[in-house]
């Protein structure tokens, strides 16, 4: 087992924001999207079903090893799972979105969940690809993760665009419905596993929302120490939806302009 978990730690020199790695994975994404808009007159069920299998799968993988490979400590020789990368996350949840879509027939629940990926995951992905300096590490596996992770939603969310979800106020407001959903299960998860104890000294800050500990996303790290939590809680969900938004007319500025 340590040598498996040396091999999912081997080392690699921290990449730099927009150094060789950070460039080569920003242009495998829009190569990628370049590839799947060449194919977008073929587009059917059969071949979203194989993106999201693709993306979701690989992702899954590739979770799996980084929480084994934070789980094991080599120096005490036992298994200790790391709260503060549990992953349930805004940029996790094309993860099981991906995975869960790919029994779904078309429905609205499938649309409003596409939509979500397509509106609001979408911002954490950008940000991660614009300013990828706090999540790039030493470690191969991680930054691979990290790199297939977010630029792969960003691809899933521009294909999606392209082919499946209409820019209308329905999949937008459907795409808010998920979105509160997923706050409120996080602000759960963060309360129970706090007070329960189970995590003892760790960070538990799923969708960094926690009312125990700050959030450390930028700008609302800087909300969190300045305003009550009731305010940051709902500036949070304010911005992110603007955000959301912005995306939603970005796309319907495109789709109007490729229709005519």
Same mark, same amino acid.
């Given at each position: 087992?340590?040598?498996? %978990?040396?091999?999912?730690?081997? #080392?690699?020199?921290?990449?730099?924001? =927009?150094?060789?790695?950070?460039?080569?994975?920003?242009?495998?994404?829009?190569?990628?999207?370049?590839?799947?808009?060449?194919?977008?007159?073929?587009?059917?069920?059969?071949?979203?079903?194989?993106?999201?299998? &693709?993306?979701?799968?690989?992702?899954?993988?590739?979770?799996?090893?980084?929480?084994?490979?934070?789980?094991?400590?080599?120096?005490? #020789?036992?298994?200790?799972?790391?709260?503060?990368?549990?992953?349930?996350?805004?940029?996790?949840?094309? !993860?099981?979105?991906?995975? %869960?879509?790919?029994?779904?027939?078309?429905?609205?629940?499938?649309?409003?969940?596409?939509?979500? &990926?397509? =509106?609001?995951? %979408?911002?954490?992905?950008?940000?991660?690809?614009?300013?990828?300096?706090?999540?790039?590490?030493?470690? &191969?596996?991680?930054?691979?993760?990290?790199?297939?992770?977010?630029?792969?939603?960003?691809?899933?969310?521009?294909?999606?665009?392209?082919?499946?979800?209409?820019?209308?106020?329905?999949?937008?407001?459907?795409?808010?419905?998920?979105?509160?959903?997923? !706050? &409120?299960?996080?602000?759960?998860?963060?309360?129970?596993?706090?007070?329960?104890?189970? !995590?003892?000294?760790?960070?538990?800050?799923?969708?960094?929302?926690?009312?125990?500990?700050?959030?450390?996303?930028?700008?609302?790290?800087? %909300?969190?120490?300045?305003?009550?939590?009731?305010?940051?809680?709902?500036?949070?969900?304010?911005?992110?939806?603007?955000?959301?938004?912005?995306?939603?007319? !970005?796309?319907?500025?495109?789709?109007?302009?490729?229709?005519?």
């Amino acid at each position: 087992m340590e040598g498996f %978990i040396n091999i999912l730690r081997t #080392h690699m020199t921290e990449p730099k924001p =927009f150094g060789w790695f950070h460039i080569m994975w920003l242009l495998l994404s829009f190569i990628t999207i370049f590839i799947l808009y060449k194919f977008k007159n073929k587009y059917n069920e059969k071949q979203l079903k194989t993106v999201l299998g &693709i993306y979701g799968i690989i992702v899954f993988i590739l979770e799996l090893l980084k929480q084994i490979s934070w789980a094991y400590d080599l120096d005490k #020789h036992v298994w200790s799972f790391s709260w503060y990368s549990a992953p349930f996350q805004l940029c996790t949840m094309p !993860i099981y979105i991906s995975l %869960i879509c790919l029994f779904l027939k078309k429905t609205k629940l499938r649309d409003y969940l596409l939509s979500f &990926i397509c =509106f609001y995951t %979408i911002l954490g992905s950008i940000s991660a690809m614009m300013m990828p300096e706090s999540c790039f590490v030493s470690e &191969i596996l991680i930054n691979v993760h990290t790199m297939y992770l977010h630029c792969g939603s960003f691809v899933l969310s521009i294909y999606l665009l392209m082919n499946e979800i209409k820019p209308t106020k329905e999949n937008l407001l459907g795409a808010f419905k998920i979105f509160i959903v997923c !706050i &409120i299960l996080a602000l759960t998860l963060d309360i129970t596993f706090y007070k329960s104890g189970i !995590i003892g000294d760790s960070t538990f800050n799923m969708f960094f929302i926690s009312p125990y500990f700050e959030s450390t996303l930028p700008v609302f790290s800087i %909300i969190y120490k300045k305003v009550p939590y009731l305010i940051f809680l709902c500036s949070y969900i304010l911005l992110l939806t603007l955000g959301a938004s912005l995306i939603f007319l !970005i796309s319907k500025f495109i789709n109007k302009k490729t229709q005519d």
